[in-house]
């Protein structure tokens, strides 16, 4: 039975994933009613509903969710395992699925990523950019890149760039008309650029130290985003102060003059982008090259 089940389990976790037949057939390149078939099979098997249908959803029942829960791990390790086959080819191949930030992935996944693909065209990569916490086992990614202070504790974490800052910024036109706040709690008295979280929902507490001394300030304005990039754009129309991570484009408009930089003395350092993944003994060659070019770009 166990032999005979292991299609259909993975036809079930198609299933679970997607809620949908119809989705679950196109990812496994068959037909609906092959799909259909085969989770009748199985639940045949094990005598116990694994998916709850209606007219419109599909959905894990509880021991469909157990079940899930324990399958997703144990075909990970299956697809490292063959993928780590591809060492006796002699040349790293397969698919790096990564989930990540879009400030990361502009700033120093791409570098690294463009490089890999130049030299190994057997590899394939996905970057999945997305502002939440992304379940990397639960969603099959094999690694995730987030600011240090957001990996999880139970995850290998390495870091692939330098220490970061915020920069509170604002156009010269907004700074004539409003003056330049000498302290963080100035700044409810100011225009701000608001950011929505990805994860919770919640807008974004503007952070701030010095001295020992941390700030959390909750500001209001005309706009709220979810995207830095688009919080510059709304600062550099003069719409109000924004509040992003400083990198070089950032730096390119103060440099200019397009923006100006306050309260930088309240910006420490911080921890900065992480790659983060399972603690699995076999990844494929193809992510430990990715991993590699990441690590050795880090310590230029």
Not at 18 to 44: G, K
Not at 204 to 223: I, K, M
Not at 261 to 271: G, I, K, Q, T, Y
């Amino acid at each position: 039975m166990v032999r005979d089940a292991l299609g259909d389990l993975a036809v079930f976790v198609a299933v679970a994933e997607e809620r949908s037949f119809t989705r679950a057939a196109a990812r496994l390149s068959t037909s609906q009613s092959a799909v259909s078939n085969a989770m009748r099979r199985l639940e045949e098997q094990l005598g116990l509903r694994l998916l709850a249908r209606t007219t419109r959803s599909v959905s894990p029942t509880e021991a469909g969710e157990t079940l899930l829960a324990t399958l997703l791990p144990a075909l990970g390790d299956i697809r490292g395992s063959l993928e780590a086959l591809a060492a006796f080819r002699g040349t790293p191949a397969g698919l790096v699925r990564i989930t990540t930030s879009r400030h990361a992935a502009e700033t120093l996944l791409w570098p690294a990523v463009d490089a890999v693909l130049s030299r190994y065209p057997d590899i394939e990569v996905e970057l999945s950019i997305d502002g939440a916490l992304t379940d990397i086992v639960t969603d099959r990614f094999d690694a995730g890149v987030r600011l240090g202070e957001s990996v999880e504790k139970d995850m290998i974490a390495v870091r692939i760039g330098p220490d970061l800052r915020l920069a509170v910024v604002g156009s010269p036109a907004y700074f004539a008309q409003h003056p330049v706040p000498q302290t963080p709690r100035e700044l409810t008295a100011h225009r701000c650029i608001n950011l929505r979280m990805a994860t919770r929902g919640n807008l974004y507490a503007w952070e701030f130290e010095r001295d020992g001394q941390a700030l959390n300030v909750r500001v209001g304005g005309p706009v709220v985003v979810n995207d830095s990039a688009m919080a510059i754009n709304a600062a550099l129309g003069g719409h109000g102060l924004a509040c992003v991570i400083e990198d070089q484009a950032l730096l390119g408009h103060v440099a200019t003059g397009r923006l100006v930089r306050v309260l930088e003395d309240w910006c420490p350092p911080f921890a900065g982008h992480h790659l983060y993944y399972p603690n699995r003994r076999n990844h494929s060659p193809a992510f430990r090259v990715v991993l590699d070019e990441l690590r050795a770009r880090a310590t230029r």
